[in-house]
């Protein structure tokens, strides 16, 4: 099928309060362009290079989110145009993003990754790591950055009654850092295997990739 279709059928299974972020790591830019043509304006991805290479080639109303892990030092490659920071982990992260969004005179948007998963692959900060970062007050000296919500990845698992709590922990921390700070709106989660799951749960976004470009090929 194509990308277009794959987005039509997609899209007709969300509700109106879910955003769709279209993964594109990997996939090249004539495949966004499709999706783009198709309606889509919201792309993700976990390269920072590949995502600013992209975004100079591709239509100036593209949102960019960066889903992947972030490297402190890549931050000023992408603080001039990206609309969102999914996978902040750390106060180092976003001292880092605060400093270059000042340079370009912007406010980045962002979500704090918390650990879900029982993998130890997943990356994340836990509860009292997020509670203690958005009640401190550097973090309210912090006048570049906006935190919007949440983020995290369930663990690759076919047990969906696992996936189920690990989403619903991430929604409950969610509430709670909301008691704190009122401005959060956000919670990024669910992936091709599990979005329908993540939104029972309370997913406000969902990043899919291969349900719209089809298998990625890592070989290239």
Not at 118 to 124: A, L, M, Q, R
Request: one cysteine or more; proline letters at 2%; aromatic letters at 6%.
């Amino acid at each position: 099928m194509s990308i277009k279709t794959n987005l039509s059928q997609l899209q007709s299974q969300l509700p109106n309060q879910v955003t769709l972020v279209a993964v594109s790591k990997t996939k090249p830019v004539a495949d966004l362009m499709e999706a783009y043509a198709a309606g889509q304006r919201i792309f993700g991805e976990n390269k920072i290079q590949e995502m600013a290479e992209k975004q100079q080639q591709m239509p100036k109303d593209i949102q960019w989110h960066m889903i992947g892990n972030v490297q402190r030092n890549k931050v000023k490659y992408m603080a001039s145009f990206v609309d969102l920071i999914h996978g902040v982990d750390s106060l180092k992260l976003l001292n880092e993003i605060n400093k270059q969004a000042e340079k370009n005179d912007r406010t980045i948007s962002c979500l704090l990754q918390l650990k879900i998963a029982k993998e130890d692959t997943k990356s994340g900060m836990t509860l009292e790591d997020a509670h203690s970062i958005i009640d401190s007050d550097h973090f309210k000296s912090l006048k570049n950055i906006s935190i919007v919500g949440v983020m995290g990845m369930a663990s690759f698992t076919d047990n969906t009654t696992q996936i189920k709590e690990e989403f619903t922990a991430l929604k409950n921390t969610f509430e709670s850092l909301k008691e704190i700070n009122p401005d959060l709106l956000e919670i990024s989660m669910g992936m091709s295997g599990d979005f329908p799951l993540a939104i029972e749960c309370g997913s406000t976004m969902i990043r899919v990739g291969s349900r719209i470009f089809g298998a990625r090929n890592y070989t290239k």
